[in-house]
């Protein structure tokens, strides 16, 4: 490709991301110029109580209990999600893989099915869960797992499918080892990369979830956010500043996992 | 292939000069002051292992790529600063060649689309160049459809449908079978000399340079090593390189001495350069394998240290009392009596050899 | 795989089936059995207007989603493979797409709700109230706005891969055969994405068609869309017995979204072929 094309690319470029930019930030910026509002001028109040977090379990107890769960429904949902999914997809591709298509679609259903219809239909599985389990808000764990299975499935998938896994297990199973083993010693280690994508993606989707919490009457960080905005709006807006900023965070490290692999595949 | 669709997609074929040519990028010369002019109607291969520059030299020639100096004369022309879809080159690439959602005769009709031909000129002109490559069944298949030789030929004939002044193949056959390989290269060298365009291959399988260029170019770190028929650049190697790279070479200690000889292991031999190196010089020699003989003898401290059966000719191992290993080619009838263990004479026949100093 | 198996069958199987059986079934006080009352409910006005703007919301909103959204994912293809540009959009864009709801509603309320920010610094420097015709943030135009916020995030995630598909040869092709770049858009490059395009549209529509908290969040009256007046249902807001009602509105919306996954498939094959 030569210098002039390459020049005018690099043009559009800049004049699709400036407008977009500028559109996407733009948000961002409102939300901080809001929670520094203040009778004569800025605070840094908001924050500052943020960054207490015993301040927090005082003022705001809905919103301290909301994050808690949801990180505990984040990292639940990631263990029960991998201990179920990664056994599952292994044993379909080396034994069954007639199971494969069936399976692939029960992974992706989910996405077909919109939430607010899941929970529909969840009420009446939730009441027995209550029943057996408790009404904790932890067991929200149970539909997150349904949820986060597409986005799970596919990262999976592509990992899977990027090493032999027939032959890896073969080879191990022939040095006699057990299937426990060839799964945790063979191989989890080399799907790594794509075990830690579908572990963040789901995290990132358990702490954005809102419909699911809210109609079964559960606690989590969205719903917590919501309830709190009807009394407090700047705590709530700051709160949502942060949780978006973090998911970013999180996301973005993610792309460096991915992306070192790949350089370590051509060197 | 019918006379009239040669006939057709004949032309007369026009010269090709690069001067000149550098490209840098960063710290790497792709292309370090390269030189080549191609004759009316030849094809040039250009050979060489990855990164020496061979496919920036192409793609200069084609527009793809700007050089950072030198300059691109076709037909008398100076094509420069000429755009590439502008340039009337017909290309055809390693790989993802056809455009997947046009069928075989949409493909080749593409170029003459783009003329704004009419649709019965588009429909004839194409019907003939898929003739010309053998596919003429194909024409309403998809390229997913089609075998990876197959997609290579309509790729062929779409270059060709638009009789461009010159062919730029880069490393067509690289992505195919073996025996696809072999088939195919004879096919496009056929076709090549009925049409007469001039033609530009690239390749790093030397096999296939030799197999069907007139002339083969020989290229390492942006530049060219050796330009010369595939005979020459065989059977006398410019420089060390040419000689490992092409073909198999054993290399042997030598000492230059007097009438542009070189002595090696007790015997004298012609060399290719006779100004290579001053006499009395500690040389490395290239032996092809072709040129030593073995002569089965119990008394000769040299020995077999294994025998390979390829076909139609074997190839022996030798180890030789001073500690190094040579390899010669023997004729497979021969190689029974060469067992690992038996004592053999070794003697080199009187070609001409390159050296490179020690 | 038994375990899994059974998992699926509780968490989601049953849940599905809840929705469709229950559909057809009559509300307790009703007697039970079988009935298409609960259908038939479905063309009342209140449920239809809902339709409506639910579709209306989902179309605008993909369609405009769809083509912001792909010129953004033109610019990062475009951009270095491994580069930060094309990291740190993709990131965003993770995030966006996912997080929705709660969060986007409460940025939206700090930038052009009634005290937000642009609100307020037009009024201040050019004397603009924005909201003097009314106010439309949550109606159709202002729902359009947010939807956009996580759509176009969307399309960049669905659409990058169509386009990273797109192979140079192609373009270098079309150019040595004698092509400008607008013959190789018209003929080859827009061929070959538009099924791609047009699946992810319909993977928009359907994204936007599904969503609850988004329009949970910023309307406080009525229930202009189906997620909403699924909610209603559920709750009871309105009436009592009504929970059969919802799941009435639940498997109409399935549907209206089976549909729509089932285009996207097919056209999704035809982009694997040709880009994959």
Not at chain 1, 29 to 53: H, I, K, P
Not at chain 2, 182 to 207: K, M, N, P, S, Y
């Amino acid at each position: 490709m030569n210098a002039a094309r390459r020049r005018k690319q690099s043009l559009l470029r800049w004049f699709v991301l400036v407008p977009l930019g500028a559109f996407f930030l733009l948000p961002l910026y409102a939300m901080l110029e809001f929670t520094t509002r203040s009778a004569d001028g800025r605070t840094a109040e908001v924050w500052t109580t943020l960054l207490d977090w015993r301040q927090i379990q005082e003022d705001y107890p809905e919103l301290s209990a909301g994050v808690v769960y949801s990180l505990e429904q984040a990292a639940l949902t990631a263990v029960l999600m991998l201990v179920l999914l990664v056994p599952t997809m292994v044993w379909v591709r080396l034994r069954l893989p007639w199971l494969r298509r069936p399976l692939e679609f029960l992974c992706l259903l989910p996405l077909t099915i919109p939430a607010i219809v899941l929970v529909v239909g969840l009420a009446p599985v939730y009441a027995w869960v209550t029943y057996f389990v408790g009404g904790s808000s932890l067991t929200l764990t149970f539909a997150y797992v349904v949820l986060v299975l597409p986005f799970a499935y596919r990262a999976l998938d592509a990992g899977l499918a990027a090493i032999d896994v027939k032959t890896l297990s073969e080879a191990a199973r022939s040095l006699g080892a057990g299937w426990g083993t060839v799964l945790w010693r063979v191989v989890l280690p080399n799907i790594r990369s794509a075990v830690l994508s579908a572990a963040f993606l789901s995290v990132a989707l358990v702490l954005g979830e809102f419909t699911i919490a809210a109609l079964l009457n559960r606690e989590n960080l969205q719903v917590a956010i919501n309830l709190l905005g009807k009394s407090s709006a700047t705590i709530s807006v700051a709160v949502s500043l942060v949780s978006l900023v973090l998911a970013f965070v999180l996301l973005f490290a993610l792309s460096f996992v991915g992306g070192r692999r790949r350089s370590k595949e051509t060197s | 292939m019918t006379a009239e669709a040669v006939a057709d997609l004949r032309r007369d074929g026009v010269e090709v000069a690069l001067a000149g040519l550098r490209r840098t990028f960063g710290t790497v010369h792709a292309l370090d002051g390269l030189d080549l002019t191609l004759a009316p109607g030849e094809l040039v291969a250009l050979l060489g292992p990855s990164g020496c520059g061979k496919t920036t030299a192409l793609r200069v020639l084609a527009g793809l790529e700007d050089a950072d100096a030198g300059t691109v004369t076709v037909g008398g022309k100076d094509l420069t600063r000429v755009p590439a879809n502008k340039r009337n080159m017909g290309m055809v690439f390693q790989a993802y060649s056809l455009f997947p959602h046009l069928t075989a005769v949409e493909n080749v009709a593409f170029g003459l689309r783009l003329r704004k031909a009419g649709a019965a000129e588009r429909r004839t002109r194409a019907a003939e160049a898929l003739e010309l490559v053998g596919l003429s069944a194909q024409a309403d298949r998809y390229p997913h459809e089609m075998s990876g030789g197959q997609q290579q030929r309509v790729a062929l004939a779409r270059a060709l449908a638009i009789r461009p002044a010159v062919l730029l193949l880069d490393e067509p056959l690289s992505a195919l079978d073996a025996k696809v390989r072999v088939q195919l290269r004879d096919e496009i060298r056929r076709i090549q000399l009925e049409v007469g365009t001039t033609t530009l291959f690239v390749t790093h399988d030397q096999e296939e340079a030799l197999a069907v260029a007139d002339r083969v170019g020989v290229m390492r770190a942006g530049n060219l090593e050796q330009i010369a028929s595939p005979e020459e650049v065989y059977a006398r190697p410019a420089t060390a390189f040419v000689a490992e790279f092409v073909g198999l070479s054993n290399r042997l200690p030598g000492v230059v001495a007097a009438g542009g000889t070189v002595e090696v292991l007790g015997q004298v031999l012609p060399l290719a350069d006779a100004d290579a190196a001053a006499r009395g010089t500690a040389v490395t020699t290239y032996v092809r394998p072709e040129a030593v003989e073995v002569a089965v003898d119990s008394a000769s401290p040299a020995r077999v240290v294994a025998a390979a059966f390829l076909g139609s000719s074997s190839r022996v191992t030798v180890a030789l009392p001073g500690g190094e290993t040579i390899l010669a080619q023997v004729p497979s009838a021969a190689v029974s009596e060469l067992a690992p263990g038996t004592g053999v004479r070794v003697e080199f026949a009187r070609t001409p050899v390159a050296v490179s100093p020690a | 795989m038994v375990p899994f198996g059974a998992y699926l069958v509780v968490f989601l199987i049953i849940p599905t089936l809840v929705v469709v059986i229950g559909a057809f079934g009559a509300s307790p006080e009703d007697g039970g059995g079988a009935t298409l009352e609960n259908i038939r409910a479905l063309g009342d006005r209140q449920v239809l207007d809902a339709f409506v703007f639910s579709i209306s919301l989902s179309a605008a909103s993909a369609i405009i989603g769809a083509v912001l959204g792909a010129l953004l994912a033109y610019a990062v293809a475009t951009a270095k493979p491994d580069g930060m540009l094309r990291r740190v959009v993709t990131s965003a864009c993770a995030v966006l797409a996912q997080f929705g709801g709660v969060t986007l509603a409460f940025a939206f309320y700090a930038t052009i709700g009634l005290t937000g920010f642009v609100t307020i610094y037009l009024a201040d420097h050019f004397d603009a109230n924005i909201y003097s015709g009314g106010v439309w943030l949550f109606e159709l135009p202002g729902l359009t706005l947010v939807y956009t916020y996580f759509q176009i995030p969307l399309m960049l995630i669905v659409f990058l891969p169509a386009l990273d598909g797109i192979r140079p040869q192609w373009r270098e092709a079309a150019e040595s055969l004698g092509g400008s770049t607008w013959q190789y858009w018209r003929l080859v490059g827009g061929p070959l994405l538009a099924p791609a395009f047009l699946g992810s549209t319909l993977l928009l529509f359907a994204n936007a068609f599904s969503a609850y908290a988004t329009a949970a969040a910023l309307v406080s009256q009525g229930a202009p869309i189906v997620p909403l007046q699924i909610r209603n249902a559920l709750t009871s807001e309105v009436l009592l017995g009504q929970e059969n009602v919802g799941k009435a509105l639940a498997l109409g919306m399935v549907v209206v979204v089976a549909v729509v996954m089932w285009l996207y498939a097919l056209l999704q094959r035809r982009t694997a072929r040709w880009l994959g």
